[in-house]
T-cell receptor
Framework: DAKTTQPTSMDCAEGRAANLPCNHS???????VYWYRQIHSQGPQYIIH???NNETNEMASLIITEDRKSSTLILPHATLRDTAVYYC????????????FGPGTRLSVLP | EPEVTQTPSHQVTQMGQEVILRCVPI?????FYWYRQILGQKVEFLVS????????KSEIFDDQFSVERPDGSNFTLKIRSTKLEDSAMYFC?????????????FGPGTRLTVL
């Protein structure tokens, strides 16, 4: 089962920052936080991952609390194309490990 | 940018028939995966494959399922005798070489409809 808890759905105005929270209170010391998204029925798409430091790439920023029990994915300027289901996943960073997807957060970016 | 490809995009079959879903992972990737997603439900792991053998499989991946890497590029999922409940999107994924293991690249999926 997924080890994370996310809100079922969120809305965000186009052009504004989308902040998607995730709780992972049972995360282990060697587990990373990953974010993926799934646009409509397409394959999941990697967004970002982190261990304990905040991370930023061209798509998003990941803020992880100091106790690592929760994190927030930030899309700085949401567009309509960011409408998707966003999955927060914790797992060991091992190339053999699969991803356990929960139900995710359905983000709707509104014009 | 290299990507995972899957064929066909949509497969319709009769219950009891065998189907083979095909995937071409990214060329320098070493780990391959199959996931499925029943309409409206979560993405579920089926199997992972490395060095020509199964690394891990879920309880969904029973004797009706098999995977194969028949040549240097293709990775296939076979369902021997399809059931109605096998109707789902099937996603193939691959992971880059041993120096990087953080993202799995997913293909666009094959929609399997069992009638």
């Amino acid at each position: 089962d997924a080890k994370t808890t996310q809100p079922t759905s969120m809305d965000c105005a186009e052009g504004r920052a989308a902040n998607l929270p995730c709780n992972h209170s049972t995360i282990s010391g060697n587990e990373y936080v990953y974010w993926y998204r799934q646009i409509h029925s397409q394959g999941p798409q990697y967004i970002i991952h982190g261990l304990k430091n905040n991370e930023t790439n061209e798509m998003a920023s990941l803020i992880i609390t100091e106790d690592r029990k929760s994190s927030t994915l930030i899309l700085p300027h949401a567009t309509l194309r960011d409408t998707a289901v966003y999955y927060c996943i914790v797992r060991v960073a091992d190339y053999g490990q699969n991803f356990v997807f929960g139900p995710g957060t359905r983000l709707s970016v509104l014009p | 940018e290299p990507e995972v490809t899957q064929t066909p995009s949509h497969q319709v079959t009769q219950m009891g028939q065998e189907v083979i879903l095909r995937c071409v992972p990214i060329s320098n990737h070493l780990y391959f995966y199959w996931y499925r997603q029943i309409l409206g439900q979560k993405v579920e792991f089926l199997v992972s494959f490395y060095n020509n053998e199964i690394s891990e499989k879920s309880e969904i991946f029973d004797d009706q399922f098999s995977v194969e890497r028949p040549d240097g590029s293709n990775f296939t999922l076979k369902i021997r005798s399809t059931k109605l409940e096998d109707s789902a999107m099937y996603f193939c994924a691959s992971t880059r070489d041993r120096t990087s293991y953080n993202e799995q690249f997913f293909g666009p999926g094959t929609r399997l409809t069992v009638l």
